[in-house]
C-alpha cells in the first residue's frame, strides 16, 4: 500500500516555476513508477511526466518537455516536479501517481496509487 500527499501548488504568473512535491509512505515506494497527471475544468486527465523506479529514466508529454523536469528522491520516499516557463494553459488539478507496471503507462487506467490533488493556476 502506497499513500501519496502532493504539496506546492498555488498562484503564479505566466513565465514564472512552480516545484510540486509528492510524499509517500510505505516501504515500497521504490519500487513503484512515478506519474504526474493534471486535470483541467472540463477535461479529462492527462499525462504530465513520468520517471522510473530507479529514477533513471523519465518521460514527458509534448506540452511540458524541455519546460518540466521529473526527479525523485528515494531515500525520501519523495517525487518532484519542477515546472518552469508556466503557462496559462497549464492550469490544473496535478495529481502524482504510482505505478507497479514499467515502463511506464501514459494512461490513467495504469496507476495503482493517486494522491489528492494540488491546485496550479497560471495567470496571463
Known amino acids: 500500500q502506497v499513500q501519496l500527499v502532493e504539496s506546492g501548488g498555488g498562484l503564479v504568473q505566466a513565465g514564472g516555476s512552480l516545484r510540486l512535491s509528492c510524499a509517500a509512505s510505505?516501504?515500497?515506494?521504490?519500487?513503484?513508477?512515478m506519474a504526474w497527471f493534471r486535470q483541467a475544468p472540463g477535461k479529462e486527465r492527462e499525462f504530465v511526466a513520468a520517471?522510473?523506479?530507479?529514477?533513471?529514466?523519465?518521460y514527458y508529454s509534448d506540452s511540458v518537455k524541455g519546460r518540466f523536469t521529473i526527479s525523485r528522491d528515494n531515500n525520501k520516499n519523495t517525487g518532484y516536479l519542477q515546472m518552469n516557463s508556466l503557462k496559462p494553459e497549464d492550469t490544473a488539478v496535478y495529481y502524482c501517481?504510482?505505478?507497479?507496471?514499467?515502463?511506464?503507462?501514459?494512461?490513467?487506467?495504469?496507476?495503482?496509487?493517486w494522491g489528492q490533488g494540488t491546485q496550479v493556476t497560471v495567470s496571463s
Open positions: 520517471v522510473s523506479s530507479s529514477g533513471g529514466y523519465t
Open positions: 510505505g516501504r515500497t515506494f521504490s519500487t513503484y513508477t
Open positions: 501517481a504510482a505505478s507497479r507496471l514499467s515502463p511506464y503507462r501514459s494512461s490513467p487506467d495504469g496507476y495503482d496509487y
